[in-house]
Every structure is written in C-alpha cells, then in structure tokens.
C-alpha cells in the first residue's frame, strides 16, 4: 500500500524568501513520488517527479524536491517564492493508475 | 497551456436531466482518468481507460457512466445525479498507466446538480 502525509494545511511565506511544503511516504517498494500545483478554478499540473536517480529533482517553476530515504521524505522546495506560487500544493505517490494524493498544503505568498 | 480539453467548463443541471462532459487528448496517451474533486480536497479517482478498456471503476454509483469512444476521446454521462455530486471533474491522460508517469490534467468541468 502507498500513502502519502502533508502536514501542513497552510504555509506563509514572504516573497524572496525559500518556501518548503512538506511530505512523507509510506510505501513499500521503491517508491514513484510526484509533485502537482492547483491553481483556483484550474486543473493540476505537475511540477515533478522522483522514480529513481539522483535524490535532487528539478521541476518546473524553479521548484525543485529532494527524496531522502531515511526519513522518509520528498519535501517540495523553491530558493525564492513569488506571489504567483500562490496555489494548492499536492503530493502524491505510485504509478499512474493508481495515484495516492496527499491532503494538500495551500501555499501563501505574501508580498 | 493544458493538452487536455474537456468540455464544457461549467454544467448546470437538475437531477432528472441527462448531460455529458467530454475531454480530448491528442498527446497518443494510451491511458484515460475521471477525478471527482470537491473544493480543497485531493482529486479521488473514479475510473481509469487503458488501451480504450475500462481498467477501473472506483465503486462510482451507476449515474455516471463512462464512455472511450477511441484512443483520444473520454466522455462522462451523468444521469439523475444527486446535489452532493456537484464538484470539479478532472479528466487527466498519461502515457499508460501502469508505470510511474506523470498525470496531464485538463482545466475541469465545474458540475453544479441542482
């Protein structure tokens, strides 16, 4: 079975500041760990993936993941927010078919 | 801009009346997905197409009917709905759907059962 955890409801951040939206795994196996932003009113798109290969993930937007095995984590991080990252952030675990989403965590931006 | 299009973005209708969503893919995804979303929630799975063949049926009530007319087509019959069914409809396609790639949603179709 795979699940994933989002802690976090909300999180604020200043514009120019690093944002970190949170998320931990269960899964047995090698896990398959995405990242997907929703827009208001929009549908969600994905800003990426880990499968296998190098822990450090880039994506779109400047965002970029790191999975860390040991704790269990593939936490979604960005160097410099910006008003526009405001949305509703999903993390999700396993193949295409069977996708597990996470809560969500609604990203603040605030100038 | 999305690669998924699904219309119409916005349905209204009473509970006796029969309407359908569509959505449209021209990425050759061989895999087709319905997602209920209710507002702040994660999208939950309804059914999935692989190879135009219906592959999943997450127990969805019998008013919503599934449709894979071809490879690129997914259309969703909606028939005597119930006020609670009004939500977001996602329809998403990937590559095929038994590996680790990534979902490409289209912008949804807002229902409103009145």
């Known amino acids: 079975a795979q699940s994933v955890a989002q802690p976090e409801d909300q999180v604020n951040v200043a514009e120019g500041n690093p944002l970190t939206v949170k998320c931990t795994y269960s899964v047995s196996g090698n896990p398959y760990l995405f990242w997907y932003v929703q827009y208001p009113n929009r549908g969600l798109q994905f800003l990426l993936k880990y499968i296998t290969g190098d822990n450090l993930v880039k994506g779109s937007y400047g965002f970029e993941a790191e999975f860390n095995k040991s704790q269990t984590s593939f936490h979604l991080k960005k160097p410099s927010a910006l008003v526009s990252d405001s949305a509703l952030y999903f993390c999700?675990?396993?193949?295409?078919?069977?996708?597990?989403f996470g809560t969500g965590t609604r990203l603040q931006v605030t100038l | 801009d999305t690669e998924v299009t699904q219309t119409p973005k916005h349905l209204v209708m009473g509970m006796t009346n029969k309407k359908s969503l569509k959505c449209e893919q021209h990425?050759?995804?061989?895999?087709m997905y319905w997602y209920k979303q209710k507002a702040k929630k994660p999208p939950e799975l309804m059914f999935v197409?692989?190879?135009?063949?219906?592959?999943i049926n997450e127990s969805v009530p019998s008013r919503f009917s599934p449709e894979c007319p071809n490879s690129s087509l997914l259309n969703l019959h909606l028939h005597a709905l119930q006020p609670e069914d009004s939500a977001l409809y996602l329809c998403?396609?990937?590559?095929?759907?038994?590996?680790?790639?990534?979902?490409?949603f289209g912008e949804g179709s807002r229902l409103t059962v009145l």
């Open positions: 197409y692989s190879y135009e063949k219906l592959s």
């Open positions: 999700a675990s396993g193949t295409a078919s069977k996708l597990t």
């Open positions: 990425m050759g995804h061989r895999a």
């Open positions: 998403a396609s990937s590559q095929e759907g038994s590996k680790g790639g990534e979902l490409f």
